[in-house]
């Protein structure tokens, strides 16, 4: 058992520690064992944190021995993305803008983590301000898939999903702005749940694109993100788009039951650009479901599907372009300081601070935010998305959850699609529309294809992401996926 202490879920370990089988020392320790052993294959990490990690499990040790109140994460070890602001240890975005950059106070679903007892064992390498679909784009080099070193892990969170898929660690936090949580999630093969937009709080996410991000679990297994979602989320008074909506108890709603459920599959999220391997995988998990008891429709319909990449690629870039203007070099982050004049230092600050991707992603939005344009696109993504969002309203009057493919393809090859940001971007085809609508969806495996991992996903209602895990758990259990693990 002792060697293999790295594989357990949360809750199995949990269990442990309650009853004081293994101490958080002794799990932590395994876990950065096996951390410096698969590290060097995958570069899931930016940020290293072993003392830390250390000094954070004698405290959990201690309150456990004290049998103080202590929650299902109490002690376990985790790996946070480094979008997320952590007090005193550095927080880089992925970019060489904010290399050095160390926090000075934790951002809320950290705080609430530590009241829970985290333990963090360092922070993930990611697409650079997470803008990508592959782990790629990271200035600290690319991430690979432990299922196959020579693919793409996806992105964002490219090395939340990679550690927990190789077990170096217990669980991460992600973002999600147009499937960062999810897509990396499918197709490393481990459960990745965005939640409703609000249910948790942005305060210390540093921003990409402000009407869309939202921080998420990325698990082993269903319970874990259940277990993990119940910390995080909530009402904060600092973040102004946080909703003031009760959380209930998600990990005591998993029952293994979808009897008389009514779920959609839409027509739009089936058709062309979905590899055959994908599709059957997602065909046969829906199958399932309704040989459980569900009630599957298979011709649900969100027609306006199609228009919504092209409104992300707007209304995305545009708020990316307000939030980075922030990068200037004279407040914080790298600086280029031999230029002749402010104006120029400003200038290079940005060209040699910010990757390619981040830069063309500045421009998509400020073009569609210049004069004379904004009209045309802006204003008209916005519309849009309202149609988006509408569409998911009255399919919700019929069903409880939709479910759909997470990506259209298993991982691809490493470098495959870096020439050509319009197949990259068509990665997150399926994910996308669910950000736009603000809505909680879950990644969870369903089988393999090309020998590669496929993701299930689960959409549900507005602050519905008890039903959303309900579906994914009682799913998880019927196939028996997550005893899968890749061969590291």
């Keep these: 058992m002792g060697d293999d202490l790295f594989r357990l879920t949360v809750h199995e370990a949990a269990h442990l520690l ?25 570069n ?24 103080e109140d202590v929650t299902p994460l109490t002690g376990i070890p ?53 803008m990508g679909s592959s782990g790629e784009n990271s200035y600290f080099g690319p991430t690979r898939n432990p299922w196959d070193r020579e693919r793409v892990p996806g992105g964002s969170s490219s090395g939340s999903a990679a550690a927990v898929a190789a077990d170096a660690c217990l669980y991460a936090l992600g973002s999600d702005t147009g499937g960062s949580i999810r897509q990396p999630a499918a197709l490393c093969g481990i459960v990745g749940l965005k939640p409703t937009y609000g249910r948790v709080s942005r305060y210390g996410l540093v921003a990409f694109a402000s009407s869309l991000d939202q921080i998420g679990p990325m698990t082993k297994d269903v319970t874990d993100a259940a277990l993990v979602l119940q910390a995080i989320a909530g009402h904060d008074p600092n973040d102004s788009t946080s909703a003031p909506v009760e959380v209930p108890d998600y990990a005591a709603g998993l029952v293994p039951d979808v009897k008389g459920l009514r779920i959609g599959v839409p027509r739009e999220y089936m058709g062309e650009g979905v590899e055959e391997g994908v599709r059957q995988a997602v065909t046969d998990a829906i199958e399932r479901l309704a040989e459980m008891g569900a009630e599957v429709d298979w011709e649900a319909s969100l027609p306006s599907t199609p228009y919504a990449l092209a409104c ?31 104006w120029e230092n400003m200038e290079r600050t940005r060209q040699f601070g910010f990757g ?17 344009y904004y009209d045309a696109y802006y204003l008209k993504a916005q519309k849009v998305r309202t149609l988006i969002r509408r569409e998911f309203e009255s399919a919700f009057q019929r069903y409880d959850v939709l479910l759909t493919p997470v990506s259209p393809t298993p991982a691809f090859r490493l470098g495959e699609k870096l020439e050509d940001p319009l ?18 969806a879950i990644s969870v495996p369903c089988g393999f294809s090309q020998g590669l991992p496929v993701g299930l996903q689960v959409i549900g209602r507005p602050f519905d992401e008890a039903t959303v895990l309900r579906v994914a758990y009682a799913y998880e259990q019927a196939a028996g996926w997550r005893h899968r693990r890749p061969p590291l």
């Design 423 to 440: 197949q990259m971007y068509l990665s997150d085809v399926f994910t996308i529309p669910v950000n736009i609508a603000g809505l909680p």
């Design 18 to 42: 309650a009853r004081r089988e293994v101490s958080s020392r002794e799990l932590t320790a395994a876990v950065l064992d096996r951390l410096q052993g698969v590290e060097g294959q995958l």
């Design 356 to 372: 390619a991707e981040v830069k063309r992603r500045i421009m998509l939005g400020t073009y569609a935010l210049s004069a004379g």
């Design 78 to 130: 985790a790996a946070i993305k480094d979008v997320i602001c952590t007090l005193g240890v550095r927080t880089t975005c992925g970019s060489r803008m904010l290399e050095n950059f160390v926090p000075p106070y934790d951002a809320t679903v950290i705080v609430r983590l530590k009241r829970a007892g985290l333990v963090m064992v360092g922070k993930t390498n990611m697409d650079e301000f997470a």
């Design 44 to 67: 899931a990490f930016v940020t290293l944190t072993p003392e830390l990690a250390l000094e954070q499990a004698r405290q959990a040790d201690e309150r456990l021995a004290r049998g």
């Design 312 to 342: 992300y690629y707007i209304i995305a870039p545009s708020e990316a372009s307000a939030n980075l203007a922030r990068y200037d070099g004279v407040k914080y982050g790298y600086s280029y300081t031999e230029g002749a004049s402010m």
